[in-house]
């Protein structure tokens, strides 16, 4: 299976248990601290595929033997010395915020294509997307302040949501939530990765 389709599957089996929660929620069947753990579980498990995504990506195309758009600059026989070289000695790679992903694609793709071709736009709304990942991992006071500082604030939303669960849930335009978009945007960037 593809990584684009494997991280499109993972995307609607969320979805699937999002939408699910939400109308045990408007029958009074689930709590608000419940629908806010499910919005957060969710968005963790779409954003953790968008990640491992990326890195499949990565790797797929160290190894691939000709493609369109992608100039290696160092050529892999296999996905297993391409991940060694890419994780260098650590047992995970870290390719967000996205500007760590154009750092690892100068290395290995001329003109870091396709990582490079991604807007601006897109590379920001992936950053925003580890920011509500991390408050909702961590939970810490750094990570709390920066989704706070990254998130809410700029967008004059610090008055009315306090929680990454509450901005998840809450209404981006007529019918999609911030989750919507966000999650929306993810498919759209991994589409011009793929």
């Known amino acids: 299976m593809s990584s684009l389709k494997a991280f499109h599957n993972s995307v609607k089996n969320a979805e699937y248990f999002r939408k699910k929660q939400g109308l045990f929620f408007s029958r009074n069947s689930l709590s608000k601290r419940d629908i806010h753990l499910a919005y957060e579980t969710v968005f963790l498990s779409c954003f953790v595929s968008f990640e491992r ?3 499949n990506q990565f790797i797929y195309f160290m190894c691939a033997k000709s493609h369109s758009v992608v100039k290696r600059r160092i050529e892999f026989k296999n996905q297993e010395i391409a991940r060694e070289m890419l994780y260098h000695k650590h047992s995970y790679i870290d390719l967000v915020p ?3 992903s154009l750092k690892v694609a100068d290395l290995y793709f001329q003109g ?6 991604l807007d601006i736009d897109l590379q ?4 925003h997307c580890q920011v509500i990942r991390n408050a909702i991992a961590h939970k810490s006071k750094s990570s709390l302040s920066a989704f706070n500082d ?3 604030t700029p967008y004059g939303l610090a008055r009315n949501i306090k929680t990454p669960a509450e901005y998840l849930r809450s209404q981006f335009s007529l019918n999609e939530t911030r989750f919507d978009n966000h999650i929306s945007i993810l498919l759209t960037a991994a589409i011009k990765l793929a």
């Open 150 to 152: 990254k998130i809410l």
């Open 124 to 127: 920001k709304n992936i950053d």
């Open 53 to 55: 995504f990326l890195e």
């Open 112 to 117: 870091g294509k396709p990582f490079r071709d």
């Open 98 to 100: 996205y500007y760590k």
